[in-house]
Protein backbone atom coordinates (compact mmCIF):
# COMPACT_ATOMS: atom_id res chain seq x y z
CA UNK A 1 0.00 0.00 0.00
CA UNK A 2 1.15 3.29 -0.28
CA UNK A 3 1.93 4.15 4.04
CA UNK A 4 1.29 1.63 7.19
CA UNK A 5 -2.10 1.16 7.88
CA UNK A 6 -3.29 0.48 11.15
CA UNK A 7 -6.59 -0.08 12.14
CA UNK A 8 -8.94 0.18 14.61
CA UNK A 9 -8.04 3.68 14.68
CA UNK A 10 -10.16 3.85 17.82
CA UNK A 11 -10.75 1.37 20.41
CA UNK A 12 -12.77 2.11 23.48
CA UNK A 13 -12.24 -1.27 25.99
CA UNK A 14 -13.43 -2.71 29.15
CA UNK A 15 -10.74 -3.04 31.65
CA UNK A 16 -10.28 -6.91 31.43
CA UNK A 17 -11.10 -7.36 27.40
CA UNK A 18 -9.04 -8.77 24.98
CA UNK A 19 -7.91 -6.45 22.14
CA UNK A 20 -6.24 -6.43 18.73
CA UNK A 21 -4.70 -4.33 16.97
CA UNK A 22 -3.37 -4.73 13.29
CA UNK A 23 -0.57 -3.25 11.12
CA UNK A 24 -0.13 -3.31 7.48
CA UNK A 25 2.99 -2.30 6.50
CA UNK A 26 4.37 -0.63 3.29
CA UNK A 27 4.75 -3.43 0.82
CA UNK A 28 8.44 -4.77 0.52
CA UNK A 29 9.38 -3.19 4.57
CA UNK A 30 11.04 -6.29 6.03
CA UNK A 31 11.45 -4.37 9.45
CA UNK A 32 8.27 -3.62 11.63
CA UNK A 33 8.15 -1.90 14.89
CA UNK A 34 5.80 -1.39 17.61
CA UNK A 35 5.68 1.85 20.31
CA UNK A 36 3.46 2.83 22.48
CA UNK A 37 3.06 6.75 22.68
CA UNK A 38 1.74 8.07 26.36
CA UNK A 39 1.23 11.47 27.60
CA UNK A 40 4.72 12.54 29.49
CA UNK A 41 6.25 9.25 28.41
CA UNK A 42 6.90 10.03 24.97
CA UNK A 43 7.46 6.97 22.75
CA UNK A 44 8.20 4.07 24.10
CA UNK A 45 9.34 0.70 22.19
CA UNK A 46 7.69 -2.25 22.65
CA UNK A 47 9.15 -4.73 19.84
CA UNK A 48 10.54 -4.89 16.62
CA UNK A 49 10.55 -7.80 13.61
CA UNK A 50 12.82 -8.54 10.49
CA UNK A 51 10.95 -10.90 8.30
CA UNK A 52 8.43 -12.94 11.00
CA UNK A 53 10.76 -13.34 13.61
CA UNK A 54 11.28 -10.59 16.42
CA UNK A 55 15.23 -9.97 17.77
CA UNK A 56 14.13 -7.87 20.67
CA UNK A 57 10.85 -8.31 22.37
CA UNK A 58 12.39 -6.37 25.55
CA UNK A 59 10.43 -3.31 25.10
CA UNK A 60 6.54 -5.63 26.03
CA UNK A 61 5.68 -3.98 29.45
CA UNK A 62 4.23 -7.51 30.68
CA UNK A 63 3.30 -10.94 29.70
CA UNK A 64 -0.29 -9.83 28.81
CA UNK A 65 1.68 -8.05 25.48
CA UNK A 66 2.46 -10.47 22.49
CA UNK A 67 3.19 -9.67 19.13
CA UNK A 68 3.04 -11.99 15.90
CA UNK A 69 3.75 -11.38 12.42
CA UNK A 70 2.91 -13.44 9.44
CA UNK A 71 4.23 -13.66 5.78
CA UNK A 72 6.68 -10.87 6.36
CA UNK A 73 3.92 -8.70 6.72
CA UNK A 74 1.05 -7.92 8.60
CA UNK A 75 1.36 -7.97 12.36
CA UNK A 76 -0.99 -8.29 15.00
CA UNK A 77 -0.10 -6.36 18.85
CA UNK A 78 -2.26 -8.43 21.45
CA UNK A 79 -3.24 -7.10 24.99
CA UNK A 80 -4.40 -9.07 27.39
CA UNK A 81 -6.99 -8.40 30.15
CA UNK A 82 -6.75 -4.91 29.82
CA UNK A 83 -5.58 -2.13 32.07
CA UNK A 84 -6.30 1.63 32.27
CA UNK A 85 -2.67 2.14 32.29
CA UNK A 86 -2.80 0.39 28.89
CA UNK A 87 -4.55 3.75 27.62
CA UNK A 88 -2.11 5.12 24.80
CA UNK A 89 -1.51 5.64 21.44
CA UNK A 90 0.25 2.32 19.81
CA UNK A 91 2.17 3.19 16.46
CA UNK A 92 3.55 1.00 14.33
CA UNK A 93 6.71 1.53 11.87
CA UNK A 94 8.44 -0.36 9.07
CA UNK A 95 11.49 -0.23 7.23
CA UNK A 96 13.59 -1.30 4.35
CA UNK A 97 16.13 -3.28 5.60
CA UNK A 98 19.18 -1.45 6.39
CA UNK A 99 23.04 -2.83 6.69
CA UNK A 100 23.79 0.38 8.57
CA UNK A 101 21.41 0.12 11.30
CA UNK A 102 17.57 1.28 11.51
CA UNK A 103 16.75 2.70 7.88
CA UNK A 104 14.05 5.55 8.01
CA UNK A 105 10.96 4.60 9.61
CA UNK A 106 7.49 4.94 8.15
CA UNK A 107 4.94 5.56 10.71
CA UNK A 108 1.33 4.88 10.31
CA UNK A 109 -1.20 6.92 12.45
CA UNK A 110 -1.66 4.83 15.14
CA UNK A 111 -4.35 3.19 16.77
CA UNK A 112 -5.59 5.36 20.39
CA UNK A 113 -6.84 2.49 23.41
CA UNK A 114 -8.59 3.74 26.28
CA UNK A 115 -9.33 1.56 28.92
CA UNK A 116 -12.22 2.29 30.73
CA UNK B 1 21.07 -0.47 28.08
CA UNK B 2 21.26 1.71 25.44
CA UNK B 3 19.00 4.94 26.22
CA UNK B 4 18.35 8.39 24.90
CA UNK B 5 18.09 11.41 26.84
CA UNK B 6 16.92 14.85 25.04
CA UNK B 7 15.68 18.19 26.93
CA UNK B 8 12.61 18.40 27.81
CA UNK B 9 9.91 21.05 26.74
CA UNK B 10 7.67 22.44 26.13
CA UNK B 11 10.81 25.42 24.19
CA UNK B 12 8.56 28.59 22.97
CA UNK B 13 10.37 30.81 20.46
CA UNK B 14 10.29 33.85 19.07
CA UNK B 15 10.66 33.85 14.75
CA UNK B 16 13.88 33.78 13.85
CA UNK B 17 15.86 32.77 17.13
CA UNK B 18 17.91 29.88 17.06
CA UNK B 19 17.31 26.85 18.04
CA UNK B 20 18.87 24.14 19.93
CA UNK B 21 17.28 20.89 21.24
CA UNK B 22 20.09 18.45 23.02
CA UNK B 23 20.25 14.78 22.90
CA UNK B 24 22.63 12.57 24.21
CA UNK B 25 22.80 8.72 23.51
CA UNK B 26 24.44 6.01 25.78
CA UNK B 27 24.44 2.46 23.74
CA UNK B 28 26.72 -0.20 22.96
CA UNK B 29 28.69 0.07 19.80
CA UNK B 30 27.84 2.90 17.42
CA UNK B 31 24.30 3.31 17.12
CA UNK B 32 22.81 5.22 14.17
CA UNK B 33 21.25 8.67 15.49
CA UNK B 34 17.61 10.01 13.74
CA UNK B 35 15.77 13.23 14.73
CA UNK B 36 12.24 12.77 13.30
CA UNK B 37 9.53 15.21 13.96
CA UNK B 38 5.38 15.11 14.20
CA UNK B 39 3.76 18.66 12.75
CA UNK B 40 0.35 18.79 14.32
CA UNK B 41 -2.15 16.68 13.17
CA UNK B 42 0.57 14.66 11.24
CA UNK B 43 2.50 11.36 11.74
CA UNK B 44 6.04 11.30 12.68
CA UNK B 45 8.50 11.52 9.81
CA UNK B 46 11.80 11.30 9.38
CA UNK B 47 14.05 14.90 9.75
CA UNK B 48 17.37 13.93 9.37
CA UNK B 49 19.88 11.00 10.37
CA UNK B 50 23.60 10.41 10.82
CA UNK B 51 25.03 6.39 11.04
CA UNK B 52 28.80 7.35 11.86
CA UNK B 53 30.60 9.53 13.89
CA UNK B 54 31.20 13.34 12.57
CA UNK B 55 28.66 12.81 10.33
CA UNK B 56 26.03 15.76 9.50
CA UNK B 57 22.43 15.10 8.72
CA UNK B 58 20.77 17.98 7.68
CA UNK B 59 17.27 18.89 6.34
CA UNK B 60 14.66 21.95 6.10
CA UNK B 61 17.40 23.88 7.79
CA UNK B 62 18.07 21.66 10.80
CA UNK B 63 21.29 20.14 11.32
CA UNK B 64 22.95 17.93 13.68
CA UNK B 65 26.08 16.27 14.13
CA UNK B 66 27.19 12.98 15.34
CA UNK B 67 29.48 13.79 18.75
CA UNK B 68 31.19 10.20 20.03
CA UNK B 69 33.54 12.02 22.27
CA UNK B 70 29.81 13.56 23.76
CA UNK B 71 27.96 10.89 23.00
CA UNK B 72 25.73 13.84 21.68
CA UNK B 73 23.44 14.64 18.28
CA UNK B 74 22.33 18.22 19.32
CA UNK B 75 19.52 19.41 16.86
CA UNK B 76 20.08 23.41 15.75
CA UNK B 77 18.25 25.56 13.34
CA UNK B 78 19.82 29.09 12.75
CA UNK B 79 16.18 30.88 12.06
CA UNK B 80 13.54 28.93 13.46
CA UNK B 81 9.70 29.41 11.55
CA UNK B 82 6.23 28.98 13.04
CA UNK B 83 5.81 26.59 10.84
CA UNK B 84 8.84 24.89 13.04
CA UNK B 85 5.90 23.97 15.30
CA UNK B 86 6.38 20.41 15.96
CA UNK B 87 7.04 18.25 18.41
CA UNK B 88 10.83 16.61 17.79
CA UNK B 89 12.23 13.05 18.88
CA UNK B 90 15.60 12.16 19.02
CA UNK B 91 16.54 8.43 18.29
CA UNK B 92 19.01 6.19 18.24
CA UNK B 93 19.61 2.38 17.41
CA UNK B 94 21.89 -0.33 15.47
CA UNK B 95 21.29 -3.31 14.63
CA UNK B 96 17.66 -2.89 13.44
CA UNK B 97 16.52 -1.73 16.89
CA UNK B 98 15.64 1.92 17.30
CA UNK B 99 14.27 3.63 20.58
CA UNK B 100 13.42 7.53 21.32
CA UNK B 101 13.45 10.12 23.87
CA UNK B 102 10.59 11.34 25.21
CA UNK B 103 10.20 14.68 22.78
CA UNK B 104 10.40 17.84 22.88
CA UNK B 105 7.35 20.49 21.69
CA UNK B 106 8.71 23.31 20.29
CA UNK B 107 6.53 26.50 19.51
CA UNK B 108 7.30 29.54 17.42
CA UNK B 109 5.51 32.33 17.81
CA UNK B 110 5.08 35.31 15.41
Given at each position: ??????????????????????????????????YRQSLGQGLEFLIYFQGNSA?????????????????????????????????????????????????????????????? | GNSVTQMEGPVTLSEEAFL???C????????????????PGEGLQLLLKATKADDKGSNKGFEATYRKETTSFHLEKGSVQVSDSAVYLCGGGSQGNLIFGKGTKLSVKP
Open positions: GAGVSQSPSNKVTEKGKDVELRCDPISGHTALYWPDKSGLPSDRFSAERTGGSVSTLTIQRTQQEDSAVYLCASSRRSLTGPGELFFGEGSRLTVL | TINTYTATGYPSLFWYVQY
